[in-house]
């Protein structure tokens, strides 16, 4: 398995990908210090790191074969696998989203205009919501 050209190409994007992210990081925090850059910047490497670490935990998962989704209780490896799968899908929530981190890189570290919003001057209490309101007043549509 670990020998087919898809595997190690795999590997190989999952490895220069952590190696890029990390000169990256270095890059952009010494151009953040120097001033050089906003401090937003910060973002990218954010949504550089949620990639990776997804990407990483996707390849264990598919080199684990049928022990990546099912193990024997007493495999810590195969469950600390498992964990790491489903709370790195937390990471493109948390601390915001990976589309709000796109969208700060894009407004405050690129300049680009900000998405139309046609309720920008309306309170938050009164935006439309795409809720249907119940009909009853016992909570029954």
Not at 2 to 15: E, K, N, S, W, Y
Not at 28 to 36: E, K, S, W, Y
Not at 87 to 113: F, K, Y
């Amino acid at each position: 398995m670990l020998d087919g050209p898809v595997v190690r190409q795999a590997i190989v994007r999952t490895f220069v990908g952590h190696a890029v992210q990390t000169l990256l990081g270095h890059r952009i925090a010494a151009a953040m210090r120097d001033g050089r850059m906003p401090g937003h910047a910060g973002s990218i490497i954010r949504c550089g790191v949620t990639a990776n670490t997804q990407r990483t935990s996707n390849l264990r998962t598919s080199l684990a074969g049928m022990n990546g989704i099912a193990w024997d209780a007493s495999d810590v490896l195969a469950a600390g696998r498992a964990r790491d799968f489903i709370e790195d899908r937390a990471l493109s929530i948390r601390g915001g989203t990976t589309e709000i981190q796109r969208n700060a890189i894009g407004e405050r570290v690129l300049g680009l205009p900000r998405e139309p919003a046609v309720d920008v001057d309306i309170p938050f209490r009164d935006v439309r919501k795409n809720v249907v309101p119940p009909r009853g007043g016992n909570g029954q549509r």
